[in-house]
């Protein structure tokens, strides 16, 4: 059997996008998204927050047009980081390392960027009917 790492989320930025540059020069942009599940037991809402990783032309295209609080579609692996503090803390953190990303955002009318068409929902039927 073969082993499955892949995620599917959709979501809203929690901040803007921050892009830095690895030694090699690579664009990697990162960002936190918010995502909501509706408890029915506790009749509220729960948020859960991922930390998202794009590399090279996806970076430099989030940094440069997303904002917080717009929404996303993605599919990603999970990958796990340690490091360890000077005081030798062994501390891990969890992020989703992009492989597809959607804009769901719809732009101004006078930008000159083709503007998506696509609606959440219309993204979660192309992923449900695959």
Known sequence: MADINRMVLM???GADPVLRQTKNGIPVATFHLATEAYLKSKNETETTWHRIVTWGKPAQRCSEELKKGMPVFLEGKMRVRKW????????YFHEVHVENLK????RARDESVQQTEETSDDVLEQVVSH
């Not at 360890?84 to 501390?91: A, L, M, N």
């Not at 804009?103 to 719809?106: D, S």
């Open 11 to 13: 979501g809203r930025l």
């Open 84 to 91: 360890e503090t000077d005081d030798g803390q062994v501390s």
């Open 103 to 106: 804009f769901l955002h719809r």
